[in-house]
């Protein structure tokens, strides 16, 4: 079954307005999570590794303002875009780490207008 | 992180015909990962090579690591329908997953 969800699955928001997803590790503790970014046709790309009690990573390129990561607990790891814009458009994928490979969550397919 | 290059990035497979898709890094991997993405879903996991020269199967896929630990390969005989979807090769460091570009194979009945 699912390691790892992910809500909501589908999101369309207007353009200027935040929009938070959420992830839960479900069998596992997890201190450490990861967020993806998938546009259309193309690969995965890492945007920050969430942990939780402390900050979030950032990869380069990725603006911690705009995406916000809390790692509350050790079972949820949130990520808000905040002030969507249509290039935000994309499917976020939120994974826990495993013994060595990682967990995905179904992602969730955000929609700016 | 650690770039991955993947090639085709497309493959169209009559059904029942193998292919082969390829991973390329410049520089030396400590290991390699694949996973499957089926057309709306999320990565899953296929398998994890470590070992210099590995070669690993899984019934009809055969994941090989090569010598120098810079190139990997994933060869699927006889395709099948429910081989649909997109293979990543993953380079994986400190736990951070360096994905390659996919190769979306499609398969003609």
């Known amino acids: 079954g699912a390691v790892v969800s992910q809500h909501p699955s589908w999101v369309i928001c207007k353009s200027g307005t935040s929009v938070k997803i959420e992830c839960r590790s479900l069998d596992f503790q997890a201190t450490t999570m990861f967020w993806y970014r998938q546009f259309p046709k193309q690969s995965l790309m890492l945007m920050a590794t969430s942990n939780e009690g402390s900050k979030a990573t950032y990869e380069q390129g990725v603006e911690k303002d705009k995406f916000l990561i809390n790692h509350a607990s050790l079972t949820l790891s949130t990520l808000t875009v905040t002030s969507a814009h249509p290039e935000d458009s994309s499917f976020y994928i939120c994974?826990?780490?495993?013994?060595?490979?990682?967990?995905f969550g179904p992602g969730t397919r955000l929609t700016v207008t | 992180g650690q770039q991955v290059m993947q090639i085709p990035q497309y493959q169209h497979v009559q059904e029942g015909e193998d292919f082969t898709t390829y991973c390329n890094s410049s520089t030396t991997l400590s290991n390699i990962q694949w996973y499957k993405q089926r057309p709306g879903g999320h990565p899953v996991f296929l398998i994890q090579?470590?070992?210099?020269?590995e070669v690993k199967k899984q019934k009809r896929l055969t994941f090989q690591f090569g010598e120098a630990k810079k190139n990997s390969s994933l060869h699927i005989t006889a395709t099948q329908t429910t081989d649909v979807g997109t293979y990543f090769c993953?380079?994986?460091?400190?736990?951070?997953?360096?994905f390659g570009a996919g190769t979306t194979v499609t398969v003609r009945a």
């Open positions: 994974s826990r780490q495993g013994p060595y490979e990682q967990y």
């Open positions: 993953a380079a994986s460091n400190d736990y951070k997953l360096s």
């Open positions: 090579l470590v070992k210099s020269g």
